[in-house]
């Protein structure tokens, strides 16, 4: 199982240490697309500071941001498992998983980021802003940048079920094509709640990210080895959520799931 997670904007801040080993990460085949981006944003946030924040879309509270940026080169690096603490993250818990939980999960966990392309939990990177919306002078759009990287390089480790929890930016930047479309699922959280009499169900946005979170940390510490949608379907049934199939799968389309909350936490 490959599971495709997005990011988050909260970062830790980067510690001394070791710095980026850049030829060290997981899939190498991304090692010259991520070299051209990093040396633009460290270049980018070297220069005029109004700019570069410009570029990135910060607001005047973020302006540090820039700085960060500016020192990738030499910060210390972690692991990206600890570099991102958003709301998705702080919900899969990775630090508090179990032994053999932890080991899947470096398996199968695969971040997408506008800065790296993609990176598995284990690889070592400084904390950075830098997300998929943004234009990068003067590779421009950084979601056309990623595709074309990532298109050779993704269908090489898509060899199983891909759960594809990516928000809209980041699942821009790599569509499965062909055969493994049909055994890709993407999931969609749904509050249920009765309104006036009537059962009605509306999407949720930050506890999407938590349910998401969850449902993933809950499949790890399980064993779960799910190999197609359907037995995936099983699993999380097994582990007591109510999930119902909203679209099955296609030659040209993924199955989309639909996991139905009635409290949002």
Not at 90 to 105: F, H, I, K, S
Not at 205 to 231: I, Q, W, Y
């Amino acid at each position: 199982m490959l599971v495709l997670l997005p990011p988050s904007e909260g970062k830790a801040a980067s510690e001394a240490g070791v710095p980026l080993a850049l030829g060290g990460l997981s899939l190498p085949g991304l090692t010259e697309a991520r070299e051209s981006v990093l040396r633009n944003l460290v270049e980018l946030c070297r220069g005029d500071e109004d700019h570069a924040a410009g570029v990135l879309g910060l607001s005047p509270g973020l302006r540090g941001e820039v700085a960060r940026n500016a020192g990738l080169l030499t910060a210390g690096a972690r692991p990206a498992g600890e570099v991102y603490t958003g709301v998705l993250f702080d919900a899969l818990g990775l630090a508090t998983l179990d032994e053999a939980a932890y080991a899947r999960a470096e398996r199968s966990l695969l971040v997408f980021s506008g800065l790296w392309g993609a990176v598995r939990i284990s690889d070592r990177i400084p904390s950075y802003r830098c997300s998929m919306g943004v234009k990068l002078p003067p590779l421009g759009a950084l979601g056309a940048h990623w595709r074309s990287a990532l298109a050779p390089v993704l269908p090489e480790v898509a060899d199983g079920l891909v759960l594809d929890l990516r928000s809209a930016a980041y699942a821009a930047a790599w569509k499965p094509a062909g055969e493994p479309v049909e055994r890709t699922a993407t999931v969609r959280v749904l509050q249920e709640r009765e309104v006036a009499g009537v059962l009605k169900r509306s999407v949720v946005s930050h506890f999407n990210k938590a349910t998401k979170g969850r449902l993933v940390r809950d499949l790890l510490l399980a064993g779960a080895e799910p190999k197609t949608p359907g037995e995936l379907v099983d699993a999380l049934l097994a582990l007591g959520y109510r999930v119902e199939v909203a679209a099955r799968g296609t030659a040209r389309k993924p199955w989309q799931l639909d996991v139905v909350v009635t409290e949002i936490h």
